[in-house]
């Protein structure tokens, strides 16, 4: 099985930090967020990656190369501009194939097992969900057992919050064109009204590495883990 890093992002948000160096190269616990990825899917076997990238992507290309030193093997699929989330991954289908494969958000932290990430005979995708963190109390999607569940399905089941990571069938991205822009929620919605969406809640760490602030608790967490040095100027 094959995994994608999604990485086309232009960290607007991040800004002045994304100006000159691209979000998944932001530095977190001593290194940069897309290697934790990198390192992570490594050691639940995922040792071919695709990673695409638009905004300063020639420069996530020079530090990361063919991957070869982190043990994996990374194809790179590059966009002209960032073609949003489906968009991107439709671009990349030629490099992952016909599988369904993994799709990691490049600008989360995440300590779930991929392993556990499977799709079901008959299913479009399978979501990984989490417990709403306070910048998003409103949450995403119903998840009731082991299914996602369309808005209504269920008045007692409460919204999770999509971490961005999750399993794709192929066959969800069919009616994109090609190098066109592309969201993924509405692929998603259509699938989960037909019934065609498993999904899990993730009850470990999480963080959308949206803001500064939030980059810089992460990186002060994580070298506290790790037994990192305190960054400058802490």
């Given amino acids: 099985m094959k995994a994608m890093i999604l990485a086309a992002g232009r960290g ?3 800004r002045p930090l994304t100006d000159h160096t691209p979000k ?3 530095e977190a616990g001593g290194k940069p967020l ?3 990825h990198i390192e992570r899917l490594r050691e ?7 990673i695409n990238h638009a905004h300063l992507g020639q420069l996530l ?3 990361l190369g063919d991957g070869r030193r982190y043990g994996v093997r990374i194809s790179w699929s590059a966009e002209r501009e960032a073609l949003e989330t489906a968009g991107g991954i439709r671009n990349a289908l030629p490099l992952l194939g016909d599988a369904p494969f993994l799709v990691v958000n490049g600008d989360v932290f995440c300590d779930a097992d991929f392993t556990t990430i499977r799709l079901r005979e008959g ?5 990984l969900l989490v417990p709403n963190p306070a910048h998003h109390p409103a949450g995403d999607f119903l998840l009731r057992g082991a299914r996602i569940v369309s808005d209504g399905a269920d008045e007692s089941t409460s919204r999770l919050t999509f971490s961005g990571i999750g399993a794709y069938h192929p066959d969800l991205f069919a009616g994109i064109v090609s190098g066109s822009k592309a969201r993924l929620a509405p692929l998603l919605r259509d699938a989960i009204a037909a019934g065609r969406v498993g999904g899990a809640c993730h009850d470990g760490r999480w963080v959308d590495v949206g803001t500064p602030a ?3 608790e992460l990186d002060r967490s994580l070298r506290v883990e790790h037994g990192h040095c305190p960054a400058p100027g802490e």
Avoid: C, K, N, S
């Fill in 12 to 14: 607007e948000r991040m």
């Fill in 24 to 26: 998944p190269l932001l």
């Fill in 34 to 36: 897309i290697v934790w």
């Fill in 44 to 50: 639940a076997g995922f040792t071919e990656l695709v």
């Fill in 61 to 63: 290309e020079a530090a």
């Fill in 123 to 127: 299913d479009l995708a399978q979501l």
């Fill in 214 to 216: 939030r980059l810089t």
